[in-house]
């Protein structure tokens, strides 16, 4: 007991021990370096499928410490992980049971220590070959027409996986069909394969195919067991009746037999053909029969075809007929003809047999002899036949097509005149004749041109498209399969009427137009048909001022004597039946200016000059006028005027009763009488003159005033003449 404890005391102390020597260890710091690190692959890098294959990461790791480091290895395929190990091992394996192409690929391995990373260089492993694939079949034994599935399987391989299955006839070296699939999620494939007819016994073989990497691996061609198949029904066979020689006229039956599986639940369709047309054909039956009366147009090839829904059968067999008589064959003198002449038709067969002729037009007997003969007339025309029989035998002849030609009546000619023919717009002429056989040929001529021909299958008439320009004449001509010549109809004259299109106002000579003279506007328009209608106006007038309807392609507006007021824009229109009232062509605007004559100028300057000079003479002299009334001011009178002795006493009176204040009376004395200024002085001597002075304002013109009549007195002393010397001087202003 005691040694047992002394025992196990040691144990720990050994534990004790390890754990202080490696925390010392882990106190110091530890130098570590990757060497190297490769990979290895055991038996080779290329193995066959289904061998094992190790795979071995071997790395080289330098330490200052006295125990191996421990690392991390990580093997790679393809650049994807897929095992993970720590080790303290120079050398880590993976191990691949029976490998397949899936392990086929780019390998590497990757150690991890403390912060260092190194990894190997790319390895490429190759798996060479697939596994050996799977063949199953759903049945051993199959009918004609039925269906063997295949399936095919790679158990140990990962899709995708290309398949291909191909069908073989035993005995026989090349397959008799192939079939190929890829599945992409699945390992295995199932296809399906018709029994054909002339399958007895057959197997299938499969082989798998893998992409790996650059290049395919295919598995070994496996074979599957073997189908024996049974005929759903026989081979067609042809039974003929009569046998021997057949001659025409002898009753003719032609049966197509077949036997059937009793194990086949529905019936093939069984077809006689003769060169692909079918004759006969039957359905749930085993047979199928023709039954016609032997001509020779039955001899040829028949051909009997068995059909179900995925299988054919078919046989031959020629049939040969002797002829009783030869075809008849049909003959006339000609096949066209015109009216009246003579119609001769005639039936043959060669040897002359003694046979009964008929001749026949479009099914209508015209004749029970062998020949046939008539004046012609259009209702012959049609299509004839002769009939020849013996007994039942009954045999047509070739068809002789006979053409009586009508002779043609004259052609009319006509156009839809209900409407003018306005020049670029089409009309349609149309060319008839009502008798003559058809097919008619017609030439439509313009301006002896021809123009178009068409061929009309009937009395119909041909009508012809034109785009007449100007006035023109159309005629037609004629010809059917008469012999007789052309035929032309009578000429047609179209009147075009052509719109107006382009409008010119102008003036004659200038458009600077004198006053006084004459202005003379031109509207002028192109070849348009007449009568067209012209408007003249004044720009931005409404209505024209002058309007005109002519056949001339151009009209004129006078006005004689023209002023000022003619001065101005102007622009015409011009129209005819051709143009819609909405879209009337309008001129160009013409601007007309009226200046005066240069005497008229002249004169008028001249008065101008005169009135101005009169206003500055009758200006100066009422300004002088008025210069002279200012001086003959008279001075204050002291005494009133001598009345003179004369006849004018009474105005003077008067005139100085008005005006004394003005000559020289003194009103300082108030009422009292008026005393002459020199009453105690010597005698004077006065003078009076006598002044008529017209007024003249400026406001009022040239209008005549009337005149004003002014005395003056003047006063002198002299001794040596007592005598009053009077005088007057009368002045008189006549204005205008």
Not at 693 to 700: G, L
């Amino acid at each position: 007991m005691q040694l047992g404890w002394v025992q196990g005391g040691k144990m720990w102390l050994g534990v004790l021990l390890t754990l202080l020597l490696c925390s010392s260890l882990e106190g110091q710091e530890n130098s570590f370096t990757i060497n190297s690190i490769r990979m290895a692959f055991l038996p080779r890098q290329e193995v066959q499928n289904g061998d094992n294959l190790t795979l071995q990461c071997i790395v080289d790791i330098s330490t200052t410490s006295h125990v191996k480091p421990q690392y991390q290895l990580l093997f790679y395929k393809d650049d994807t992980l897929f095992h993970n190990v720590s080790s303290t091992e120079s050398t880590e394996s993976y191990f691949i049971a029976q490998a397949r192409v899936y392990n086929a690929g780019i390998y590497k391995c990757t150690v991890l220590l403390n912060n260092k990373e190194r990894t190997t260089s790319e390895y490429k492993v190759l798996v060479k070959r697939v596994s050996t694939p799977i063949v199953t079949l759903d049945k051993k034994e199959a009918i004609e027409g039925g269906i063997v599935t295949v399936h095919c399987s790679v158990p140990e391989e990962k899709p995708p996986v290309h398949f291909t299955i191909e069908k073989f006839e035993l005995d026989i070296k090349d397959f008799k069909q192939k079939r190929e699939k890829t599945s992409p999620n699945q390992n295995f494939v199932t296809l399906e394969f018709t029994v054909e007819e002339q399958d007895r016994v057959i197997f299938f073989q499969c082989q798998a195919s893998i992409i790996s990497g650059t290049h395919v691996e295919n598995s070994t061609i496996v074979r599957s067991d073997l189908v024996t198949v049974r005929e759903s029904f026989s081979n067609p066979k042809f039974h003929i009746s009569p046998k021997g020689v057949i001659t025409e006229g002898d009753p003719l039956l032609i049966r197509c037999t077949i036997q059937v599986t009793p194990v086949v639940r529905v019936f093939p369709e069984i077809i006689i053909q003769k060169d692909k047309v079918i004759v006969a054909h039957s359905q749930r039956e085993k047979e199928a029969n023709y039954s016609v009366m032997a001509m020779t147009e039955h001899n040829g090839n028949y051909t009997c075809k068995v059909e179900a829904s995925r299988i054919s059968k078919v046989s031959s067999i020629v049939v040969n007929i002797t002829e009783l008589f030869s075809k008849p064959k049909l003959e006339s003198s000609a096949t066209r003809l015109d009216q009246d002449e003579r119609l001769n038709l005639w039936c043959s067969i060669p040897g002359a047999p003694p046979v009964n002729f008929t001749i026949q037009k479009e099914g209508v007997i015209v004749s029970q002899a062998q020949n046939f003969t008539k004046k012609a007339s259009k209702w012959d025309s049609g299509t004839y036949t002769c009939i020849a029989g013996i007994g039942k035998v009954i045999k047509k002849s070739n068809t002789v097509q006979i053409t009586v030609c009508e002779m043609l009546s004259k052609p009319q000619i006509f156009y839809d005149s209900g409407s003018e023919v306005i020049k670029g717009q089409a009309i349609k002429v149309s060319c008839q004749s009502e008798n003559g056989t058809s097919p008619i040929s017609y030439h439509l001529l313009k301006a002896n041109n021809i123009l178009e021909t068409r061929t009309v299958a009937s009395n119909e008439p041909a009508v012809f498209k034109d785009n007449p320009t100007h006035d023109t004449e159309y005629q037609c001509f004629v010809k059917n399969c008469h012999s007789h010549t052309e035929m032309e109809s009578k000429r047609l004259k179209v009147k075009v009427i052509a719109p107006v299109e382009n409008v010119t106002l102008s003036i004659l000579q200038n458009k600077m137009v004198e006053s006084g003279n004459d202005i003379v506007l031109r509207c002028s328009v192109n070849n348009a048909s007449g009568p067209i209608t012209y408007k003249f106006y004044r720009e931005k007038e409404v209505r024209p001022f002058y309007q005109n309807i002519s056949s001339e392609t151009k009209a004129f507006w006078f006005k004689t004597q023209a002023t000022k007021e003619h001065e101005g824009q102007y622009y015409c229109t011009a129209s005819n039946r051709a143009n819609s009232a909405k879209n009337v062509p309008q001129s160009n605007v013409l601007t007309v200016r009226v200046f005066l004559a240069p005497w008229k100028k002249g004169l008028i300057a001249v008065v101008v000059i005169g009135v101005i000079i009169a206003i500055l003479v009758l200006g100066a002299r009422c300004y002088f006028l008025k210069k002279a009334k200012a001086k003959q001011m008279p001075v204050e009178l002291s005494r009133p005027a001598v009345p003179l002795l004369t006849s004018n006493n009474e105005k003077m009176s008067n005139f100085n009763t008005e005006a004394n204040n003005p000559y020289g009376y003194d009103e300082d004395i108030g009422n009292h009488a008026m005393k002459p200024m020199n009453e105690n002085k010597e005698p004077m001597t006065l003078e009076y003159t006598e002044v008529e002075v017209t007024s003249c304002e400026p406001h009022e013109g040239l209008r005549t005033k009337g005149t004003e009549t002014v005395y003056s007195e003047i006063r002198k002393t002299d001794p040596d003449f007592m005598g009053n010397r009077h005088s007057r001087t009368e002045g008189s202003l006549v204005g205008t």
